[in-house]
């Protein structure tokens, strides 16, 4: 059985890792190659794009792939709808793992924006300290407002930013120690973060919590219907009960 996982998030490597040793399983995982990543063992790794849904139905026929699992970021949505149309078009079962997103607090100070571009509005026009938590690609709403930045990005943007935009590269996982420490020697007073979710709270949800910081909330995109599970043990019971059906 030849199985695609498009990956992008921690539990996609699990997931490649808990059927490395399973038999008459082959894996090619796939990322976007956008920043660096760990290779799982026993899998074929490819990163780039598909060239959109026909790229991918065809990659999906031409390595006979008999299953897909969409693993990736949940705002990954490009590529989760393309993944959608292509199983489809290709007649080729596909499974979405969806990390639970992170609930509200309660009683605390978090602030949903449906998108990024909304996030400006939301930060007011007083001068604020803003830790952002979205990416090095999407700066672009941040670049014309009063506010001062602090970036936190695995490698640093492509084009160069304007001075209160500062880059911080680092690459987790952060501990809620360290996140308070950096939180409180920068006098952040805002959180701007997508709602990426997982299993376990966020290091540094966990700090604005401790300091009191506002949180502007990013919500997930919408995304097209499919199969959903939220945990790996789901997953390979779906792949086990596909297999029998191949």
């Given at each position: 059985m030849n199985i695609l996982i498009l990956g992008g998030t921690p539990e996609a490597r699990l997931?490649?890792?808990a059927l490395a040793n399973i038999p008459d399983i082959h894996i090619t995982f796939s990322f976007a190659g956008v920043t660096p990543a760990l290779h799982p063992p026993g899998a074929t790794v490819r990163t780039g794009g598909f060239g959109g849904a026909d790229g991918l139905r065809a990659f999906l026929e031409a390595q006979a792939i008999h299953?897909?699992?969409?693993?990736?970021?949940?705002?990954?949505?490009?590529?989760?709808?393309?993944?959608?149309?292509a199983a489809r078009l290709a007649s080729c079962p596909l499974l979405r793992m969806v990390r639970p997103p992170w609930p509200d607090p309660p009683g605390r100070?978090?602030?949903?924006?449906?998108?990024?571009?909304?996030?400006?509005?939301?930060l007011g026009s007083r001068p604020r300290r803003v830790f952002l938590s979205t990416g090095r690609k999407e700066t672009a709403p941040f670049l014309d407002t009063p506010h001062a930045y602090l970036l936190r990005c695995i490698v640093s943007p492509d084009t160069l930013l304007p001075p209160h935009i500062r880059i911080l590269q680092a690459r987790g996982p952060f501990s809620p120690e360290s996140e308070r420490a950096l939180f409180r020697d920068e006098r952040i007073d805002c959180l701007v973060t997508k709602n990426a979710g997982g299993m376990a709270?966020?290091?540094?949800?966990?700090?604005?919590?401790?300091?009191?910081?506002?949180?502007?909330?990013?919500?997930?995109?919408?995304?097209?219907?499919?199969?959903?599970?939220h945990t790996i043990g789901d997953a390979l019971i779906w792949i086990q009960d596909t297999l029998r059906a191949v």
């Amino acid at each position: 059985m030849n199985i695609l996982i498009l990956g992008g998030t921690p539990e996609a490597r699990l997931l490649c890792n808990a059927l490395a040793n399973i038999p008459d399983i082959h894996i090619t995982f796939s990322f976007a190659g956008v920043t660096p990543a760990l290779h799982p063992p026993g899998a074929t790794v490819r990163t780039g794009g598909f060239g959109g849904a026909d790229g991918l139905r065809a990659f999906l026929e031409a390595q006979a792939i008999h299953a897909v699992i969409d693993a990736t970021h949940p705002f990954a949505a490009r590529m989760s709808g393309n993944a959608v149309a292509a199983a489809r078009l290709a007649s080729c079962p596909l499974l979405r793992m969806v990390r639970p997103p992170w609930p509200d607090p309660p009683g605390r100070n978090w602030h949903h924006v449906p998108e990024i571009a909304a996030v400006p509005d939301a930060l007011g026009s007083r001068p604020r300290r803003v830790f952002l938590s979205t990416g090095r690609k999407e700066t672009a709403p941040f670049l014309d407002t009063p506010h001062a930045y602090l970036l936190r990005c695995i490698v640093s943007p492509d084009t160069l930013l304007p001075p209160h935009i500062r880059i911080l590269q680092a690459r987790g996982p952060f501990s809620p120690e360290s996140e308070r420490a950096l939180f409180r020697d920068e006098r952040i007073d805002c959180l701007v973060t997508k709602n990426a979710g997982g299993m376990a709270v966020s290091a540094k949800l966990e700090a604005a919590r401790d300091l009191g910081i506002d949180v502007i909330m990013i919500d997930r995109p919408p995304l097209p219907p499919a199969q959903e599970c939220h945990t790996i043990g789901d997953a390979l019971i779906w792949i086990q009960d596909t297999l029998r059906a191949v």
